[in-house]
């Protein structure tokens, strides 16, 4: 079992920054793929990026490619997302999702955190 823990968001302008974190209990976070998820008002809940267990290997959506980055550290159960030259369009709660490497190859995530909003003026 793994429980996920988001923080970090808020208000914040276009064009400006936030990193938020991913605190994970238990102990498979080393061996479980991350990844985080984003919903917006009124949208369906879409894919972010994702990082696999060691780290050396991440994965984007062409919306955030180059602007946002994923990372993590298995000392301490922790994933991050650094979210950098934020838009307008990049407003919605943001989720964390752990699940094993196998499953999260197609997508599929096991765990899911509460989620936190960011939120993007213009």
């Known amino acids: 079992q793994v429980q996920l823990v988001e923080s970090g968001g808020g208000l914040v302008q276009a064009g400006g920054s936030l990193r938020l974190s991913c605190a994970a209990s238990?102990?498979?976070?080393?061996?479980?793929?991350m990844g985080w998820f984003r919903q917006a008002p009124g949208k369906e809940r879409e894919f972010v990026a994702r990082i696999v267990s060691s780290g050396s290997s991440t994965y984007y959506a062409d919306s955030v490619k180059g602007r946002f980055t994923i990372s993590r550290d298995n000392a301490k159960n922790t994933v991050y997302l650094q979210m950098n030259s934020l838009k307008p369009e990049d407003t919605a709660v943001y989720y964390c999702a752990a699940g094993s490497p196998s499953k999260v190859v197609y997508g599929v995530f096991d765990y899911w955190g509460q989620g936190t909003q960011v939120t993007v003026s213009s």
């Open positions: 238990g102990r498979t976070f080393s061996s479980a793929a």
